[in-house]
């Protein structure tokens, strides 16, 4: 089969396998990291097929909405890539990019990297960064029916995850909790780039919203 039937066949499925997402992981996000992967991958020694079937396949089914039952993400892709007679090193290698690519497993149990994997990850990340990430933090904000923003309760950069989900600390606070800490989690050159400059942005508009907030401008 050829590159871009395989690559067409792996959107009709992620589409589909997506339908009615919540829209911090909808199709539209699979498409923002699978465009930003392709361009982190132009200025890095990579296998292109690889870092977009693993772009396309990476939210495939969030642990979160499965009981947190890690395996069916990885699972349900390599099914898919058998399906379409995909070679064994190639389905193994996107198998081993989405299992080891999430926030967990960079907290602790790595056992595989490849640049493939850090090309996937950095795109990843920096859709939570910047305008967008920006616009994904509130959307959640407001779906837990969080504060915008409440100086009487500071960022806590101590709490667990368990803490952490269960809190209900203003949105603005995610940004010192985990949003601006993504700058320094990049692995390419390229990706570090892009992080530098969402971050910039995130801290113009947080300045400009304290002066907002205070009825300064
Ligand atoms: P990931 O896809 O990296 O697992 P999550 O599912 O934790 O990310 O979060 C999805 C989106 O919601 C991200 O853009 C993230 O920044 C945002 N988000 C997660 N937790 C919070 C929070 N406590 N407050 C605001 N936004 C959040
Ligand atoms: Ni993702």
């Known amino acids: ?109 790595i056992n595989f990297r490849s640049k493939e994997l850090e090309i996937v990850q950095d795109a990843d990340r920096l859709d939570a960064i910047g305008a967008i990430g920006l616009a994904r933090a509130f959307t959640y904000g407001g779906y837990k029916n969080r504060e915008l923003y409440n100086p009487e309760i500071p960022p806590n950069l101590s709490m667990t995850k368990e803490e952490y989900k269960k809190s209900t600390a203003p949105t603005i606070n995610h940004f010192y909790e985990k949003l601006l800490l993504l700058k320094d989690k990049m692995n390419t050159e390229s990706g570090k780039i892009r992080a530098e400059e969402r971050h910039r942005f995130m801290e113009k508009f947080l300045e400009q919203f304290y002066a907002e907030w205070n009825g300064e401008k």
């Open 1 to 109: 089969m050829n590159r871009t039937i395989i690559i067409e066949q792996t959107i009709a499925f992620v589409k589909d396998s997506l339908k009615g997402a919540e829209s911090g992981h909808d199709w539209w996000h699979i498409e923002r990291v699978w465009k930003t992967a392709i361009n982190l991958a132009s200025t890095e020694k990579a296998d292109l097929l690889i870092v977009e079937l693993a772009a396309l396949l990476h939210d495939i089914a969030d642990p979160k909405f499965h009981n947190g039952d890690e395996e069916i993400g990885p699972a349900t892709a390599v099914t898919f890539l058998k399906s379409i007679d995909l070679e064994d090193d190639v389905i193994f290698h996107v198998e081993q990019i989405i299992r080891n690519m999430s926030w967990k497993s960079s907290l602790g149990k």
